[in-house]
Every structure is written in C-alpha cells, then in structure tokens.
C-alpha cells in the first residue's frame, strides 16, 4: 500500500513500527494503539504525508475482511466436511451477519463504487463533512488498483491463519480436543469482537466471548479459560518486545499521545 504511493520503506522498519503498537494496544482500546503509534512513524517520517494515514486504515480494513472470509470459508468447509460446528444459533447468526458483510467487501473491491458513493452523498452533506468525504475518497481509490488490494487479502489471510494455528497449538499443548475446523470458525468472531473500544487491549471481552463460543462446540469451561490465560501471556510477551524496541527508538509518550489528539480531532 505505501509502494502504491511511491513511499518506501524497509520490511524491517515496519515490522518494528508494528511491535512498538503491540506494546501500546497493551494500554489502549483494542487495535487503537497499534494504529496511532504506525501512523506516527509513517506520517512523521514522510513529512506529513496523508497517504500514510489512508494505508493503515486501508490495511486494518482489509485485514478485517480477511478475518470475515475465514470465517465464512470455514463454515463452508465445515458443512462439505460434515461437521455439526453450525448447529449453534449463536455461530449461525454470526455467520449470516458476516455473509453480510461480504457485500460490502464486494462493493470496496469494485474499481466504480467511487462513483456510486458521490451519487448516493447529497451535495450538502459533502460540503458540511468535506474533511470526513475527503477521507472516505482517499481510501477508496486504493479500489483503483484491485490487483494490488487481492495480493495484500492473500498476505492477511495467511497472516490470521498463521494466528488461528497459534492458538490451536496453544489448546493443543494443554490437551484440548476440539477441533481445528472450531478454531477456523470461531476465533475470526472473537477477534472481531475484540476489536470494539470497549476494554483495554480488549481484555475481558475476548476471554469472555472465546468461553461462550467454544462453550457451544463442547469446550470445558476450565479448558477455555486455561487456553485464555496462556493466550494474555503471549500478547505480553509480543508487547514486550515492542516496550524495548520503543526504548531503543528514543521517542517519548508524549509526542505520540499529541499525535493521537490531533487525528482524532481531525
């Protein structure tokens, strides 16, 4: 996305710009740190520049359809398969509501939604929120180079399924037996709904929904509630690394909270 925009920077930059987030979304609503701290870096670094903005929320977009797909994609998977993970009301309405939620996926990918969107936006709406339109414009253009938006879902699908195998092997080590097809479905959902600004970090949230769900396909609650507490380790532990990478990079709280202000404010 930042290549997209003639704006290049090493792999190792990034990467570390993402582990210095993880230690911040220690200490901030869900993926809120993580976003604030790369867009400080990037838009710093670039001398301003608003794509840098654009290409995080793009990136978390598109990484939150790749979580909707696995989903939806398990599901399939499991019916073809013949599991009974679907039986479940709960796991059936979500499924339905991220069904839904592939339309949008959809139309974000179709190279003329841009045109629909400023037929559907009356004119004084888009001179009364012209900075908000601006933005919504400024994201949407990504959808002028589909090719560009495919390679980086297929980058992020792999990613949360590298995160869903982490997990399992977590189960795996303190004896679970729930299956792998469980995994697939469910965790999708409870990141998502992790995800909302409603605890730190979404602590509480997570571990709530991750007992409930896998409640439904036979998991013991002690079993569900062992997995969560080793899962809060590992999140610490990635943020740690983050902690030291921010110390090494000389900046102070300060200035990346006058950042968070200034955007948000924006």
Known sequence: LLKYNKLNYPVMTLSKHYFIGNFFNLFLPAVVGRGIVRGYYLYTSSSGKKETITSIVVESF???????????????????????????SITRAIFG????CCIFIAAFFYIKTDRLF???IPVVVRTKFKPVISFFRDVM????????????????FLFQLIGVMSIYLLA?????TTTFINFLILLPIIWVISMLPVSINGLGVREVSFVFLFGTVGMLEEMAVAICVFWILQTFALGLIG?????FEGKSVSQIKEFGNVSAEQ
């Not at 795996?172 to 679970?176: D, M, Q, R, V, Y």
């Open 97 to 100: 509501a991220f069904g839904i």
């Open 118 to 120: 400023d037929r559907l």
């Open 141 to 156: 253009k990504y959808n002028k180079t589909p090719t560009t938006l495919w390679y980086i879902l297929i980058i992020s």
């Open 243 to 247: 902690g030291v990478l921010f110390i």
């Open 172 to 176: 795996l080590s303190l004896g679970s």
């Open 62 to 88: 598109i990484g939150l359809i790749a979580l909707v797909l696995l989903s939806v994609l398990s599901v399939v998977l499991a019916v073809f398969l013949g599991f009974d993970t679907v039986e479940s």
